[in-house]
């Protein structure tokens, strides 16, 4: 699928549930609960089946499930199988927060699973359970580990938070430098219930990045999403997510679908368009999904 910039649409990100069992500064409000029986009593197993067969069908072959948590949606691996031997989805990770993921790991691996992305913003107990409002350090590494020990490809996201963790950083290349895995600082943003705190800890991690003491860069690798530093001695890599400071609009190729049934043609606008009248009607849904995708804008409007 193409959109009106000629951009190549072939990555979807599917939400399945909006509930998380941390409560991240950044991403949560405190007052939050989980209540596990209504993870999503909006989208059906079956309707996620039939978005992901019709965008399979329209050339998507990416896949990242994200919630929320994913990993509370009692049907992942199940998901996962359907993408991976059913519609030939190539590429298949999700996003998590790595609590209790080590002893899922496995039978998602199994499943299709190709990668994960786990957030990580701390390397030190006190600072990570502040920052999550009650998370398990420990899980999280374990987590890391287990994707190690298992040889799924993990990306570490770090958002970085001034005057909190900027301090790490060093720690969380060290992690590149001696496991074959991807760090990524990820820019706060002034959206949704981030506005406060981007306008107290904003970090221009560009910047941050390219004036480290020590740190010897020798050239840039980018991603649709992600620009990474080729920096001597590492196993893995180090990059950057920064929408503001080194925007990814012009390659993007992303649309997601939410927990809810909406469609969002860029993470970082309010708009979405309701889907749910045309699931189950698999000619309709596909013409639609091909008007929609025109709207698409050519750049997020953070800025």
């Not at 909006?18 to 309707?47: A, G, H, M, P, T």
């Not at 910047?207 to 860069?217: K, V, W």
Request: charged share 30%; hydrophobic share 35%.
């Amino acid at each position: 699928m193409k959109d009106s910039y000629s951009r190549e649409i072939n990555y979807l990100r599917i939400s399945l549930t909006d509930k998380c069992d941390l409560r991240c500064v950044y991403c949560k409000e405190e007052d939050d609960s989980v209540e596990e029986e209504y993870v999503n009593d909006i989208l059906s197993f079956e309707d996620y089946k039939f978005i992901i067969k019709s965008f399979s069908e329209l050339g998507v072959n990416k896949i990242k499930f994200v919630g929320g948590e994913p990993l509370l949606y009692p049907y992942l691996k199940d998901l996962i199988y359907f993408a991976k031997h059913e519609c030939n989805i190539e590429d298949i990770s999700i996003t998590t927060n790595g609590q209790h993921f080590s002893e899922k790991a496995l039978e998602l691996k199994n499943s299709g699973l190709d990668r994960v992305n786990l957030s990580i913003d701390s390397l030190k107990e006190y600072k990570y359970n502040a920052v999550t409002r009650g998370g398990s350090l420990r899980e999280v590494l374990s987590a890391l580990n287990t994707c190690i020990r298992l040889k799924l490809p993990v990306k570490i996201n770090s958002v970085l938070i001034d005057e909190f963790n900027t301090d790490e950083v060093y720690d969380f290349i060290r992690l590149a430098k001696y496991n074959n895995v991807d760090v990524r600082f990820v820019e706060l943003t002034p959206w949704g219930s981030r506005k406060k705190l981007y306008n107290l800890s904003h970090v221009n991690v560009k910047e941050l990045m390219e004036n480290l003491e020590g740190i010897n860069i020798l050239g840039f690798e980018y991603e649709p999403n992600a620009k990474y530093y080729k920096i001597e001695n590492l196993k893995g890599r180090v990059g950057i997510i920064s929408p503001f400071t080194d925007s990814f609009c012009e390659n993007c190729n992303k649309i997601m679908i939410t927990h809810d049934g909406f469609i969002s043609l860029c993470f970082y606008a309010d708009d979405e368009i309701d889907l749910r009248a045309f699931l189950h009607k698999p000619m309709m849904f596909k013409e639609v999904i091909k008007d929609i995708l025109k709207e698409k804008p050519r750049n997020h409007t953070l800025i």
